[in-house]
């Protein structure tokens, strides 16, 4: 999947990594507007929340309240997305220092047995020899 969001503006263009951005929204209560954006050097407006049909100003006006409303319940799920996913991404993290730390204490534990069947194989082998020694000074 392409995470990078391309914008061309007049005097400006560029692009950006979707998984950074910020969107936060932006309320005028003097020109009755709620704007989503996205939050970089400058704000980059990429919708508008209009709650009602008419373009007049007393109807702006009259839904104002409820539009900036939904503009920050929009912002803060966005944000709790972007939180709910680095917290994600944490715990995978996480889950793998652990797995990787459980199989570090069983190699450790491998490579002990292996150390002591070593030193057993090697007393073996030192006990054969000097049996063997033995075998070959009765035989003389």
Do not use: P
């Amino acid at each position: 999947m392409k995470t990078e969001l391309v914008h061309r503006f007049d005097y400006v263009n560029g692009s950006m990594n979707i998984e950074d951005i910020e969107i936060i929204s932006v309320c005028s209560r003097k020109r009755a507007s709620v704007d989503l954006c996205i939050k970089a050097n400058f704000n980059i407006a990429f919708a508008h929340i209009r709650l009602y049909s008419r373009d007049r100003y007393a109807d702006a006006v009259a839904c104002f309240d409820s539009a900036e409303l939904l503009g920050k319940e929009i912002e803060r799920r966005w944000r709790l997305q972007a939180e709910n996913a680095r917290l994600k991404a944490l715990l995978e993290n996480s889950k793998t220092q652990l797995e990787y730390d459980e199989l570090q204490a069983e190699n450790a534990k491998l490579k002990e047995k292996n150390a002591k069947m070593n030193n057993l194989l090697n007393r073996g082998i030192d006990i054969l020899r000097a049996w063997e020694a033995l075998k070959d000074k009765d035989n003389e």
